[in-house]
């Protein structure tokens, strides 16, 4: 069945450097993929999305491209802020019309100034 | 505003007594969903409805029900909570089916001992 593999974490790192979560995927035909983030004591918000192989998905200076090649939809930023801080979820959307959601288990961001 | 509301936002029960946590969401959404949130786990879905008086189970409904008489409004019900079932609990929204974002609401801490 379909499925997310994610980076796991905790992921610690200094204000300005840069970041990589890894995600791959494991679906039949060709999901929407998506990167969720979920800020302390708060419920997850979309951060970007990808509906197509190839398609770039930015926001807030994240971006992820969907590689049908590889099956991955890795999370990028080129400089962390102590606000990013949070815990990120890759996920894909099943292609039966239903729009249910497969997460992958999270990983955790701290930025330490 | 456009939200997703959950109540209670924390609850300590005890094992067989009946709960019901309410989920409402003010944007006219179709689709609605709960998840549980669990550490190494990321969230698994439990039910989902695509539409009014439509339910269906996701990866984890035993020991749950929901109903979904109104548009609006999605409630969980735990008929007889067991520890088990003591978990970070999230109710989303979305337009329809597809790649279409997902709006989370705050979660429901769980506790049932």
Same mark, same amino acid.
């Given at each position: 069945g379909d499925s997310v593999t994610q980076m796991e974490g905790p992921v610690t790192l200094s204000e300005e450097a840069f970041l990589t979560i890894n995600c791959t995927y494991t679906a039949t035909g060709y999901p929407s993929l998506f990167w969720y983030v979920q800020y302390p004591g708060e419920g997850l918000q979309l951060l970007l999305k990808a509906t197509k192989a190839d398609d770039k998905g930015s926001n807030k200076g994240f971006e992820a491209t969907y590689r049908k090649e590889t099956t991955s939809f890795h999370l990028e930023k080129g400089s962390v802020q102590v606000s990013d801080s949070a815990v990120y979820f890759c996920a894909l959307s099943d292609l039966t019309g239903a729009n249910n959601l497969f997460f992958g288990t999270g990983t955790r961001l701290t930025v330490i100034p | 505003e456009a939200q997703v509301t959950q109540n209670p936002r924390y609850l300590i029960t005890v094992t067989g007594k009946k709960l019901t946590v309410t989920c409402s969401q +003010?944007? +006219?959404?179709?689709y609605m969903s709960w998840y549980r949130q669990d550490p190494g786990l990321g969230l698994r879905q439990i039910y989902y409805s695509m539409n009014v008086e439509v339910t269906d189970k996701g990866d984890v409904p035993e020991g749950y029900k929901v109903s979904r008489k109104e548009k609006r409004n999605f409630p969980l019900i735990l008929e007889s909570p067991s520890p088990n079932q003591t978990s970070l609990y999230f109710c989303a929204s979305s337009y329809k089916g597809g790649s279409y974002e997902q709006y989370f609401g705050p979660g429901t801490r769980l506790t049932v001992t």
């Open positions: - | +003010n944007m +006219n959404h179709e």
